[in-house]
């Protein structure tokens, strides 16, 4: 199973990216897929995550400015994160993950998650 994540880049504070993860080598039914970021210094975290029902998961500091869906038309896995009014903050590089298999709510660990991405890069200047 391969990740493909893109649409990071550099945007102003207050700007949008849109980023996208498409899973290949297999396609999952009943699973979460996730974003997790990872600041110069920091920690990996969760930022938002979606179940297989549409149930979905945001950390606090992107609540109202984040997004996060999925598309599973036949044979694809994708996975969205719409990013609004950026924040200097927000500056990490993100990574895309998916489970095998998971319940009905989202997954907000990294230890549910068994594939991830390579990783984009996304910068907000001030």
């Known amino acids: 199973v391969q990740l493909q994540a893109s649409g990071g880049g550099l945007v102003q504070a207050g700007g949008s990216l849109r980023l996208s993860c498409a899973a290949s080598?297999?396609?999952?039914?009943?699973?979460?897929m996730a974003w997790f970021r990872q600041a110069p210094g920091k920690e990996r975290e969760n930022v938002a995550a979606?179940?297989?029902?549409?149930?979905?998961?945001?950390a606090d500091s992107v609540k109202g400015r984040f997004t996060i869906s999925r598309d599973d038309a036949e044979n694809t896995n994708t996975v969205f994160l719409q990013m609004n009014n950026l924040k200097p903050e927000d500056t990490a590089v993100y990574y895309c993950?998916?489970?095998?298999?998971?319940?009905?709510?989202?997954?907000?660990?990294?230890?549910?998650?068994?594939?991830w991405g390579q990783g984009t890069l996304v910068t907000v200047s001030s």
């Open positions: 993950a998916a489970a095998f298999w998971g319940p009905p709510t989202a997954a907000t660990e990294q230890r549910g998650y068994d594939y």
């Open positions: 080598g297999r396609t999952f039914n009943r699973n979460s």
């Open positions: 979606i179940s297989w029902s549409a149930s979905t998961y945001y």
